[in-house]
């Protein structure tokens, strides 16, 4: 049976334009690929290129009074939101811009419209249109989910910070992941007086316990007003804010909620399950190693499969796709030790095991340090970095690395090449440091702090 495409991709975010264009580009086989919305997805649109840029944005105000310390004459006179968002708003419609353009070059046939799946084979457009095709790529992402309450609809989610008409000047974040406190602390830099509950005793669940610690002590002592063991009760709008209570029966009035309370994949109304894709707890589309659904000719990869919901695990996921069903070379995606930033203030980067992960699994020995550093300290700032390595005593192997400090992301994204390369605590020691930097300290500790 001939089909109009070889792949038909529905989703134009990190994980479906790469899959698309390295199809199209580098195997030659005709390629379309459906958008509802804007091309670049969830990363690009609604978050980690925005987030990231929020980041920078709320880091100028402490920098001008860092640069004071050292010496310029610089005055601050205040954060202008409008004039940020406006400049935001236009590297997003550049970045869109890049990724048509991307697509168009490499020869895929775009389609700007919602699609679903008609039968293993068969999609169909929003106008009724249907397009056949030898594969089907689902690449549809996630989106945030608020809990179920009364009230729910006078706070947003991450979807609406970047449209925010104003600055508020009082802001409640609800959740402890990683959403909720990076905007915590992008929030708090803006200068918007910042609360964030989170419903159990730590923020950042998973990640290992000292780093996380460390960065929530941090997050307060730069003001983030972090209440933990808090959830909202209820809320309803109240003027031009919203009114809440919390479960210390506590009422407060803030100008915008946010609810950062996680994210689920966006599976629905797609035929999905009529054509007998799996889908699990969540209504994450169940695929193997190779992100094949139960339905052979239909694969998923991204946030919609609710593995890793990373944007480079959904774009390597994409192209293990590519090669698996183009180039004849199955290829499972590799999920081990992927390294990851935290946005928050400090910053966190981290591979590996947390060390409560490495001690279930065997002895180790963990390696640590906490310093004020040069820059910070030379402007009087009381900010601490921290450092740890978990070591397996078994084959001496780096388990874990986990840094807070400015720049972490940077640092463990080269540290995370160790890791996975399989680098023992003897390597780290036998690189030479680089001085004077932070991240030295990661090839001169010395002393185990504990073993276990
Ligand atoms: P997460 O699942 O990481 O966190 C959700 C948070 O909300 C948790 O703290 C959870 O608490 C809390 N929560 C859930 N339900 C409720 C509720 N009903 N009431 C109160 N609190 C609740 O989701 P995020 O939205 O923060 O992020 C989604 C994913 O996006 C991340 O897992 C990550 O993969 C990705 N991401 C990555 C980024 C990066 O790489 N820098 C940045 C942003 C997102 P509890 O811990 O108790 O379950």
């Not at 109009?4 to 030659?28: C, H, K, N, P």
């Not at 958008?35 to 100028?60: N, W």
């Not at 046939?109 to 689902?138: C, M």
């Not at 590519?322 to 070379?329: K, L, S």
């Amino acid at each position: 049976m001939a089909f109009d495409y070889d792949l038909f991709v529905i989703g134009g975010g990190s994980g479906g334009v790469r899959a698309a264009r390295v199809a199209a580009q580098e195997t030659g086989v005709k390629v379309a690929l459906a958008e509802e919305d804007r091309y670049g997805g969830t990363c690009v649109i609604r978050g980690c290129v925005p987030k990231k840029l929020m980041v920078f944005a709320s880091g100028y105000g402490a920098m001008a009074q860092d640069a004071r310390a050292y010496g310029w004459d610089v005055t601050e006179n205040g954060f202008d939101w409008s004039a940020f968002q406006k400049k935001m708003h236009a590297e997003l419609d550049r970045l869109e811009g890049i990724y048509r353009s991307l697509l168009k070059n490499a020869g895929v046939e775009t389609f700007d419209s919602r699609a679903r799946i008609a039968d293993p084979h068969t999609v169909e457009l929003a106008d009724g249109t249907r397009k056949t095709a030898k594969h089907i790529l689902i690449a549809v992402g996630g989106r945030p989910v608020k809990p179920d309450m009364t009230g729910a609809e006078h706070a947003i989610t991450s979807n609406g910070i970047f449209d925010l008409k104003e600055l508020p000047k009082s802001m409640l974040i609800v959740g402890g992941g990683y959403i909720a406190s990076e905007f915590a602390g992008v929030m708090n830099g803006m200068g918007v007086a910042t609360t964030q509950f989170y419903r159990g005793a730590q923020i950042l669940r998973g990640f290992d316990d000292e780093a996380r610690n460390f960065v929530a002590e941090e997050m307060v002592a730069r003001g983030v007003d972090l209440q933990r063991e808090t959830n909202i009760t209820e809320l309803r709008r109240e003027g031009a804010g919203v009114w809440t209570k919390d479960t210390n029966g506590i009422e407060k009035v803030y100008d915008q909620v946010m609810f950062a309370t996680g994210r689920c994949p966006n599976s629905d109304n797609l035929g999905l399950e009529e054509v007998g894709v799996a889908l699990g707890r969540k209504g994450e589309i169940i695929v193997d190693e190779y992100s094949q659904t139960a339905v052979p000719s239909i694969y998923a990869v991204g946030d919609v499969t609710d593995r890793a919901n990373l944007t480079p695990v959904a774009i390597r996921e994409g192209m293990a796709f590519v090669e698996t069903v183009f180039e004849g070379n199955p290829t499972k995606s590799d999920h081990d030790l992927i390294p990851t930033a935290i946005f928050t203030q400090p910053e966190m980067g981290t591979v590996g095991m947390s060390e409560e992960e490495a001690k279930a699994q065997g002895p180790i020995e963990v390696y640590k340090t906490s310093f004020k550093p040069m820059q910070q300290g030379f402007a009087g700032r009381g900010e601490r970095v921290f450092m740890k390595l978990i070591i397996s005593q078994e084959n001496r192997k780096v388990l874990g690395c986990h840094i807070v400090a400015p720049g972490a992301g940077e640092m463990i994204q080269l540290a995370g090449i160790a890791v996975k390369m399989g680098a023992t605590k003897e390597d780290f020691d036998r690189t030479c440091a680089v001085h004077p930097t932070m991240s030295e300290e990661l090839v001169t500790l010395k002393t185990p702090v504990r073993t276990g």
